[in-house]
Structure formats: C-alpha cells, structure tokens
C-alpha cells in the first residue's frame, strides 16, 4: 500500500487552517447602505431601525451606524442586517469589516553623524524615549511650532536654518525681531541654541545629531540676555500665541535652595491668556525645567512656575536611570527625560553656538526641550489636543519602570508617581498612539474649600482633616480631579526648617514644602517675633472638570416614558431621573436618563472605598437605602487621586 499521499494530507489542512486564521473578518457597528429616494428617505431608513445617519457617501450611498452594536466583532449582526434589506429603498447594504492598511512609505534611521550618540532618542541595549516609535508611526513634529525662551536662537545654524520660524521669534531684550545671541568670549549665550536642537535640528542633512521632533518648526525668544522683569517674562510668555504652539523654557528663580520666587501679575496673567486663548482657544503648551537646585537641596515646590498648574514640569534622569545630583524633587514634576549624569554617564548631543555641535549639554535645561518635542510629535498626530489633554497624555504613557528612587508610590488609581521622576519617563511612541484617539476633557472645573476657620497653632506638628465633597450639586462640581493647590497664609520666622504634607484620600502623600537647611528667611511669612507657628488661613482649590456630558446627536435622542422629575437644573427645568438596583452580589447599578438623551449604565463596584458620585441624586439615593452594604465609587478622568471624603494635611516646623 503507498502511503505516501496519506503523509501529504496534513499539510493542505494545515494551509487551509492558516488561511482562515489571517482572513478572519472584524465587524464594526457601521454599515454602508445604498437608498434611493435621496437624503430624507436615508434619514427615514436609519432612524426606523435606531441607526445614526453618519452622512451622504457619493451617488445614493449612505454611511450608517448603529450604537447598540459592539464596535468590533468577530460575528456579523445578521437581524439589523436583514431588517435594512428589507426595506424597498435600500438596495444592497454590507456591514463594515476592518481592513489593515500599511503606509509605503519607507521609514529609515537618520543618517546624521552623531545619532548614533544621541542614546536617549535610540538605545537598542537600555532604555531610551522611544523617538523611533512616534517616527515610524509618521510623526516628526510636522506642522507644529515650538519656541524656546531663552538667551536667543542661532537662527542661522546649518542645522537650524531649514526649521527655523521667524514668526515664533523675537528680541524681547533689544525689542527687535532678530533673535541672534550675543557672542561672547566664554559663549555664554549658548543656552538657548542648545535646547533648540534638542527639540528640531534637522534630520539627514550630515550635520551633527537630529531633534525630536526634526520637521517642527524651532523659533526663539531672546529675553535672557539683559534684565528680567515680569514685563519681560510677559511678552516672552504671550507671544504670538495662536501661531506658536509650544514654550519651552529651562530657566527660573535661583536654585540655591533659600530662594522662594515666581511669576509676578503679568506673566501670571500671561500664563492664563495662553491656556485659555492660545492655539484658538485649546490652549498654549509650557513645558519647563524643574530645576538644577539638588546640590543645595533646594525644592522645585518653591517655584512658582514649575509649580503652576499651567506649566508641564520636567525632571531628569541619567543614562543609567538614576536621579542627577542636580536633581529637585517636587510634587509638582509631572514626567522625566533623560539628561546628563555622573562622570560616567553621556551626555545630551545637539547644536551649539559658532555653528557648532556638542554632546555635553546637560541639566534639566537639556530635559524639558526633550519634552517639549516629544509633545510636538503628540500634536502633530492630533491637533486638537488641549493643554490639559497633554497633561494627561503625560501621565497615562509615561513609563516608571528603570527610574531608580526610594519614593515611588502607587497611587489612589494604580499609577506610579514619584517626586523625583513625576510620572515617569516620557514614551514618544506611545504618546502619538494615544492621541490619535483621545477624546478631549471636558471644560476645567475649579472648586474652592474653606479648611480652617480660625488660626492652628503648629506647635511641632499640626494635622488637618476635612472632608471634601468636590463643590457637589453645584456649579463648578470638580467629579474628575486634575490638580490640587493648598493656599496658605503662615507666621513663622524661619522658612527653611518647615514642612507641609498633603496625604490624599488613597493614601498617597505629597511633599508641598520640604525642609531646606539653607532657608533662613521668614519672607513670604507674617512674622510675630518668637519662635511660634501659627496657621492663619488655609484653602485647598481643586481643579479637574465637571460630570461627564452625553453625546447629544440625533441618533441618541430617546425620552423616558411615564417619568416623574426627580432631577432638576439650575433653573428648576426638568432635566431627568434616575434608577438604581442592588445585584446579589452587593454591587451597585446606577442608571441615569437624562431626557432627551440616551440611557446611561454604569456599574458601581464594591471593592471601592467611597467617594462622591458622579450624579448626585442617585449617590444620595442608593447610598442612603444601602449605606451598609456597599461602597461606590467611578473611575473617570482622574490624574493622580479619587476623590475620597477626607484630606489630610501634614505641618511640620
């Protein structure tokens, strides 16, 4: 007997087997429907069957989609399929599948000589900021603008000049629109030639090492070079707002560990206008150094622009992933990038003053134009991102794992956050994938809570606790926490030897003000002429934004039957109700129909420890029918903590 096609047979099943896996189909929630009768028999058709008229193709194609189908399937819906076919007007209609799709485009490494030295963009034996990922991806920071501020922009740089924007450029020192450095004998004007070459010196053109971001735009402002003042740091701050998208800046008050100073009215107003009128209203991007104070231990808390919820801190590490001796630790530091180190670690490679290059440029000045370009990239993959959605693109991608510190903490929400590194280390590749389909938050919310009523006095150690309901059931209700600044007025007389502590509802504690041996001042304090500490006024202010709003387009209009108003609008308009059920499982589910609007389900889990919910009349509902036997709580937008009921504030002279 031959055997021989018996031992054939498996490799044509196995073929056949191989096939069917790569070609099976992914089904999504959108249909294209071919209707004749025109546009209003389109609409007809799609509102009969709960479908949202996505809008007209060409000729008498439509686009529909149905809501109450998954997104992705592995399984087509037959029923609304064949409930459309049955409709006289639609003549032929298919769902939707996915298809892969390449680019061929070919993506390659630069060519430029000292690449292979810039370790930080492409390190295939460490880690490294994953550049490569957001370039192979077809983001180089096309279409973007950034500027830094700082001693001036060697304009004219062979590895500059093709990037260069002049309308993201001025003389704010000379009040003119050239912002050439100041050639000295110790070329001490090279600061901001430097960092722009982090962010955009030119790729593939034999000269030196490539930016971040290589097809951004790079400009300059000169306002370093002569004297300082808020109106200086104002102009610098505001200009050409809706042209230039990102600032970055890697300077700030002295970091010799007893100086407490920061934006004065103008640039604090500066500061304001840009993220609220800048780039058409999404908001200007200031992205700054932490500080190079480490030495003399001095805090970036003690910054008021590093500390402003307006600014994105950077902090360093080296190549080794360790915190730089110059390092600060604050809590207001939001990610990292890398930087120089010890005298064994590289340094930062980028454009240098005279046309030249180096590889030493170092500190966190070489980290935030890191960050400013990695940003660039995120903007470049979505334009409508708001500063405060780059805020959180920041936190959700940035990666904790090599950095070295003996203060990592998880957070109330399972991140790892830590005073030296922030968030982590930014995650270029990982940034652009995000922001390509991020929703963007709502507006900011700002809620205000009294903590004190009368002078505390410290003594060696004061504790505060109050419970914080975020402004609930009122206008400027914060469900979603972004950002939280602790407002106090102090009389003490030596700066330097107190400590404030703000521990959040998860657990998670916060160095606000941390002991500086070199602060001998009582400035900024009331002083009483002895050795007490008195607490005089305290208020924490809570920002983040408000209940999350539906989507209100006309496929999910939908009006709840035999409703009576349990909910109702500042101006007493009926706006909904709601129901809520208790499972076996204790868990709660809190249904909100909100007329005119489509159901919203949630579910609540017990494992959580209590916080205010989202929808107030619900919360107030479910949670007073079954305060012993459940816990509530709603993951949403929240950065660094859930909202709890208490917070808890550390004062330590």
Request: charged residues 20%; aromatic residues 8%.
């Amino acid at each position: 007997m031959d055997l021989r096609p018996a031992r054939l047979l498996p490799l044509p099943l196995l073929l056949t087997l191989a096939v069917s896996a790569l070609s099976q189909r992914v089904y999504t929630n959108t249909w294209a429907v071919h209707v004749t009768g025109g546009a209003a028999e389109a609409q007809r058709v799609a509102q009969k069957h709960g479908f949202v008229n996505l809008g007209h193709v060409f000729g008498d194609y439509y686009h529909f989609r149905h809501h109450r189908v998954v997104k992705r399937s592995l399984s087509d819906h037959r029923g609304l399929h064949a409930r459309l076919q049955g409709e006289p007007q639609v003549t032929w209609l298919e769902q939707q599948v996915v298809k892969r799709r390449v680019k061929r485009d070919v993506y390659s490494e630069p060519t430029d000589p000292k690449f292979a030295q810039q370790w930080y963009l492409l390190n295939p034996n460490r880690h490294d900021l994953n550049a490569t990922g957001a370039w192979e991806q077809g983001f180089t920071g096309k279409g973007v603008v950034v500027s830094i501020l700082d001693d001036g922009i060697e304009k004219n740089h062979p590895d500059l000049i093709n990037n260069y924007d002049p309308d993201a450029s001025y003389d704010v020192n000379d009040g003119d629109p050239d912002p050439q450095p100041r050639y000295t004998q110790v070329n001490d004007n090279r600061h901001g030639t430097r960092c722009a070459g982090e962010v955009a010196a030119v790729a593939n053109n034999g000269i030196c090492g490539v930016g971040v971001a290589y097809d951004a735009r790079i400009g300059g402002v000169r306002m370093l070079d002569g004297e300082v003042t808020d109106m200086v740091e104002a102009q610098s701050l505001s200009r050409n707002p809706q042209h230039i998208h990102i600032y970055s800046a890697s300077w700030g008050p002295e970091d010799d560990g007893k100086t407490v100073d920061g934006p004065a009215k103008l640039a604090k107003e500066a500061f304001l206008r840009g993220v609220t009128e800048g780039r058409g209203g999404l908001g200007s991007i200031f992205v700054w150094a932490s500080g190079n104070g480490g030495r003399e231990k001095d805090s970036c808390n003690c910054d008021g622009y590093t500390n402003s919820i307006y600014t994105l801190s950077i902090s360093s590490s080296t190549q080794y992933g360790n915190v730089p001796w110059y390092s600060e630790a604050c809590s207001s530091t939001l990610a990292t990038t890398y930087s120089s180190g010890n005298i064994n670690e590289k340094q930062i490679v980028t454009t240098d003053l005279r046309q030249k290059c180096t590889d030493s440029h170092t500190g966190t000045s070489a980290s935030a134009p890191l960050a400013a370009g990695i940003i660039a990239l995120a903007l470049e993959a979505n334009k409508n991102l708001s500063w405060r959605d780059m805020q959180h693109l920041v936190v959700r991608t940035s990666r904790p794992a090599h950095l070295i510190t003996d203060d990592w903490k998880t957070n109330g929400v399972g991140r790892r956050v830590s005073h030296s590194y922030g968030y982590g280390l930014l995650d270029a590749g990982a940034m652009v994938a995000m922001a390509q389909n991020w929703t963007s938050v709502g507006p900011q919310q700002k809620c205000v809570v009294s903590m004190v009523t009368e002078p505390k006095n410290i003594g060696g150690h004061l504790i505060i606790s109050k419970s914080v309901d975020g402004c609930l059931a009122k206008p400027n209700f914060v469900s979603s926490l972004e950002h939280a600044q602790a407002h106090l007025t102090l009389s003490y007389n030596r700066r330097g030897n107190l400590a404030i502590y703000l521990i959040s509802p998860m657990g998670t504690r916060s160095t606000l003000l941390a002991p500086r041996p070199h602060d001998y001042s009582s400035e900024g304090f009331t002083t009483t002429g002895d050795y007490g500490a008195l607490l005089l006024q305290f208020t924490l202010v809570l920002y983040g934004t408000g209940p999350e709003v539906l989507n209100t387009s006309s496929s999910e209009l939908s009006q709840p039957s035999n409703s009576s108003c349990k909910t109702f609008d500042l101006n007493q308009n009926c706006i909904g109700e709601c129901v809520y059920t208790v499972t076996p499982a204790g868990h709660v589910k809190i249904i909100w129909k909100k007329l005119w609007m489509s159901v919203l389900k949630i579910q609540v889990y017990m494992e959580c420890i209590p916080i205010t919910f989202i929808f107030s009349h619900c919360y107030i509902q479910a949670l007073s029918a079954h305060i012993n036997k459940m816990y509530i709580c709603m993951f949403t937008h929240i950065l660094n903590i859930i909202f709890h009921n208490d917070y808890l504030f550390f004062f330590s002279p």
